[in-house]
């Protein structure tokens, strides 16, 4: 028999109950899908072990193809954090194996809504130990937090207190002496006993809390009424030679504007597949009239590449080896519009919806917003690649920014999600201070043109005394807020009165002059086909 590691931990894949091909009245192993076995050893197609989370169960034989190997590392960050998983694995599943016979017993259990609280804490714990990168005197305070919640728990189910040492770590009372396990029971009822009037006092003070919380609101406020839009890409799927940038946000149907901030993240170029991209953007600041109000979650997809050559013998060498990079500009790639309507009366489900965006190809998407609003339906084109898409979730999350903080840590620890404000909200709290301006750049008619061009604007925001203001255009992406100095549009192809429908948010100094203008500046973009006669024509526009 070859023999295994015992750190080796394998996953039931399959569920197996059948009984052993020989009779030689050998220990068979039962498996059920997602047990966690620890293998000793193996023996041809059959191995030998026992459920991981049965520590003193029976060890029996199973077929090896039932099962999968399993690094700890899928799990947990540490050695220390996979015992804390362990142990919060194993008291839910006794809790909630306790609290079901107390059910069907009819019996009532005291301070339920305390229980419940504890239960849902652990899994909080749990979640966030499991997605990796704790530090290690985070992990600490984690340990002890959870040996407090499970204190807590077992007092209330009236179940065994767990015999800890001064960190929270459990103790093996089988290698303890006997005089050394009557000194840590008696020590563990006293931090028990300290630990029921710690919070319990705790409670009180959050009950009065919220109570002058509730009485300095107005009353037709409540803490219930805000929600946020949690999104999460999960995977995207491009054929572009060039490198893209991909923006998310949402379109307010009554208001006719973009009525959030644009959430940007860029896609390489020839990768053709991101999967398990795990980017996760939170739309905040709803309020329940916002239920049943009709949005668009808008996506566009920009590549930045160079004009296509109207030069045969440069589009056979192709652009790529001989266009520099000064000469790439933004151009439209992609786009799709997405109702938002059957998210936001789902309510607040447990799990996340999942759904693919099929992206358009030949529509662009000032003129699909503009047929979406003549017509009431999303315009779909049935010749669309349907390899050029991305899968995305969405979900509902209950709160404001600091409430969703307190109750989901998990979404800001790995890859944390990115918080994108409303655009058309006017009133903000006194610590929240806001010199921002959100515009539309929507058309232009460029009128006396010989020839139709292709169009790029360029925006810059510029003092009474001309001095142009830097960093002011902000653009929100996967590691936060990225400024710039100037902002250029989209280049539209072949017309005099071009058409973009891009959000473009503008943050001001606290310092700035009250006197502060917007350059737009029209450029005629031209391909690389002869340099040296290449110039860009432009047209001003300035406002105050």
Not at 294 to 310: C, F, G, N, Q, W
Request: charged share 25%; aromatic share 10%.
């Amino acid at each position: 028999m070859q023999l295994f590691s015992t750190n080796l931990i394998f996953s039931a894949q399959y569920t197996f109950d059948d009984p052993l091909p020989s009779n030689d009245n050998l220990p068979r192993l039962e498996l059920f899908i997602g047990d966690r076995i620890c293998v000793y050893g193996q023996h041809g197609e059959w191995g030998f072990g026992r459920k991981f989370d049965e520590k003193n169960g029976k060890c029996g034989i199973f077929p090896l193809s039932y099962v999968q190997i399993v690094q700890k590392s899928m799990f947990v960050s540490t050695s220390d954090g996979y015992l804390v998983v362990d142990e919060i694995s194993r008291i839910i599943n006794e809790w909630w194996t306790k609290i079901k016979e107390l059910m069907q017993e009819g019996t009532t259990i005291g301070s339920f809504e305390d229980l419940m609280e504890s239960f849902n804490e652990l899994l909080i714990v749990k979640t966030k130990i499991e997605s990796g990168g704790i530090p290690i005197e985070e992990l600490s305070k984690l340990r002890l937090r959870v040996s407090k919640l499970v204190d807590r728990g077992n007092t209330i189910l009236h179940l065994d207190v767990v015999i800890r040492d001064d960190e929270g770590v459990p103790l093996d009372v089988e290698s303890l002496s006997l005089l050394r396990t009557y000194e840590a029971h008696i020590s563990s009822q006293k931090r028990v006993g300290s630990l029921l009037v710690g919070f319990s006092r705790e409670k009180s003070y959050l009950e009065e809390k919220k109570y002058f919380l509730q009485r300095s609101k107005p009353e037709n406020v409540t803490l219930n009424d805000s929600f946020s839009l949690l999104l999460s890409i999960k995977s995207v799927e491009l054929h572009c030679k060039y490198s893209c940038e991909i923006s998310i946000t949402l379109y307010d149907l009554e208001k006719k504007m973009f009525t959030t901030d644009c959430y940007t993240f860029l896609w390489n170029a020839g990768s053709g597949k991101h999967a398990d991209l795990n980017l996760k953007a939170l739309f905040t600041d709803f309020a329940k009239e916002d239920i049943r109000k009709k949005y668009l979650m808008v996506t566009r997809v920009v590549h930045v590449a160079p004009i296509e050559s109207s030069n045969a013998t440069m589009r056979k060498h192709g652009h790529e080896t001989v266009v520099p990079k000064n000469f790439y500009c933004r151009q439209s790639y992609a786009s799709d519009i997405m109702e938002m309507s059957s998210i936001f009366l789902a309510g607040f489900i447990h799990e996340a919806k999942e759904r693919v965006i099929f992206l358009n190809r030949e529509t662009e998407l000032p003129i699909a917003l503009k047929s979406y609003h003549a017509t009431h339906r999303i315009p779909k084109n049935l010749s669309n690649d349907m390899e050029t898409k991305l899968l995305i979730s969405t979900q509902l999350v209950p709160g404001n920014v600091s409430q969703i903080k307190a109750r989901h840590p998990h979404l800001f620890s790995r890859s944390p999600a990115v918080i994108l404000r409303r655009a058309d909200r006017t009133a903000v709290s006194i610590e929240d201070t806001r010199n921002e301006m959100y515009i539309t750049l929507m058309q232009a008619e460029l009128s006396g043109k010989s020839s139709d061009r292709n169009i790029e604007a360029r925006l810059h925001v510029v003092e009474s005394n001309g001095n142009v203001m830097d960093n002011v255009f902000e653009t929100i992406s996967v590691t936060g807020s990225q400024l710039s100095t100037v902002y250029k549009s989209i280049v539209v192809y072949h017309t005099d009165k071009p058409m973009w429908a891009e959000p473009i948010k503008i943050v001001l100094p606290a310092s700035a002059s009250h006197d502060v203008y917007l350059r737009i500046l029209f450029y005629s973009k031209k391909s690389y086909d002869k340099p040296s006669q290449r110039k860009d024509h432009s047209q001003l526009l300035i406002f105050n």
